[in-house]
């Protein structure tokens, strides 16, 4: 079924299109993502049981020359541990000038289990090369990690590498979603913190896309968002890795989603400052009187892309926004829904 007004709202909503019938333009269906039952899944308590299971994960895969997403955070560097001898990936920005700190914690990680790192050296110019090839690939616009992730994909298969490593699943599995986590909220203040952008404050013809939040409504104004998370945000995270992958035809694996806690998260564990407690224990472990890094997102410099950006022209948004209302981030999802709309939109 052909929306187009359901699918710009949905994507500047939510970053993807949540309704899996409905896309932009008749012949071009958006990429679905699956998530893997429950089934197909460890169940894990423990630091330990964690070590184990993606020990196991790892020894599936000894017949390929792999290739790791090393970031300066712990779920990448814990990932190094197994890997000892293969290479590492780490997106540079700005010749290095960017995310200085990350980039040697990700050196000393790479160090310390002697894996080979190489620099994915990203900037504007390569981001837009690759733009209307993932946007192509999903039938949808996309999130602003996929372009890079395509570059590293590519980069690596020159190097040989068959299969690359990714950690993302860590924050849904063990609770590294902090700020989401933080409290439990009234459902109206949920639906504007998790709204990147409301389609109102931009589009000439909105759709409301609040529905989607009803089905975890709870009695006395409450949300279920910790269910929500566990689909919503996955579908989408997920997605957001699953796509540059496949248009690379580079095969993937990230070990954490393949696991599952037994128990429930310990929120108030996670709301005094340890968050992904279990993972915190297992990389104390792995790096011995190292200071666990805190979370940071994937680094993409899109406040300084979109510094000077007048805004979005097609008749679809609304005239005269003021950029000096959104961030970066925001800017980004803009940008792309109008580079979607000019590439694909027949005329």
């Known amino acids: 079924m052909t929306d187009k007004c359901y699918c710009a709202s949905s994507f500047l909503a939510f970053r993807y299109i949540v309704e899996d019938n409905k896309d932009f333009f008749d012949g071009m269906e958006h990429r679905k993502y699956k998530q893997k039952s429950d089934f197909e899944k460890v169940f894990v308590d423990t630091a330990e049981e964690i070590d184990n299971a993606l020990q196991k994960t790892f020894d599936k895969c000894k017949n390929q020359r792999l290739g790791l997403l090393l970031s300066g955070g712990m779920d990448s560097a814990i990932l ?55 946007m192509k690939s999903k039938g ?60 109102k404050q931009v589009l000439k013809n909105p759709v409301d896309v609040q529905f989607h939040f009803e089905k975890y409504r709870k009695e006395n104004n409450k949300i279920d968002f910790l269910q929500l998370m566990q689909e919503m945000t996955i579908d989408e ?32 564990k996670i709301r005094n400052g340890k968050s992904k407690y279990l993972i915190r224990e297992l990389f104390e472990k792995k790096y011995p009187n190292v200071p666990v890094p805190e979370k940071n997102p994937m680094p993409r410099p899109v406040d300084v892309y979109f510094e000077k950006w007048e805004g979005p022209q097609r008749d679809e948004f609304l005239k005269n926004l003021n950029m000096d209302n959104f961030s970066g981030n925001q800017k980004w999802l803009m940008y792309c829904l109008e580079c979607f709309l000019n590439e694909y939109e027949k005329r």
Not at 88 to 102: C, D, K, L, V
Not at 108 to 120: I, Q, S
Not at 171 to 178: E, I, P
Not at 241 to 249: Q, R, T
Request: glycine fraction near 6%; charged fraction near 20%; hydrophobic fraction near 35%.
């Open 140 to 199: 949808a616009p996309v999130h602003s990690i996929e372009p890079q992730i395509y570059l590293a994909a590519k980069q690596a298969e020159r190097d040989g590498i068959t299969m690359m490593v990714i950690g993302d699943g860590s924050d849904y599995v063990f609770g590294g979603m902090d700020k989401l986590l933080s409290k439990d909220w009234n459902f109206d203040e949920f639906v504007q913190r998790y709204m990147y952008i409301n389609p």
């Open 80 to 134: 190094a541990s197994y890997m000892r001898g293969a290479d590492a990936y780490t997106f540079r920005f700005q010749n290095g000038t960017y995310q200085s700190e990350e980039l040697n914690r990700a050196k000393f990680f790479a160090e310390f289990y002697g894996l080979n790192l190489h620099y994915v050296d990203v900037d504007f110019e390569s981001v837009m090369s690759c733009l209307p090839v993932v």
């Open 237 to 268: 995270s997920y997605a957001s890795y699953e796509n540059p992958f496949h248009c690379a035809n580079m095969k993937y694996v990230d070990p954490y989603e393949n696991l599952k806690m037994k128990s429930n998260w310990d929120l108030q």
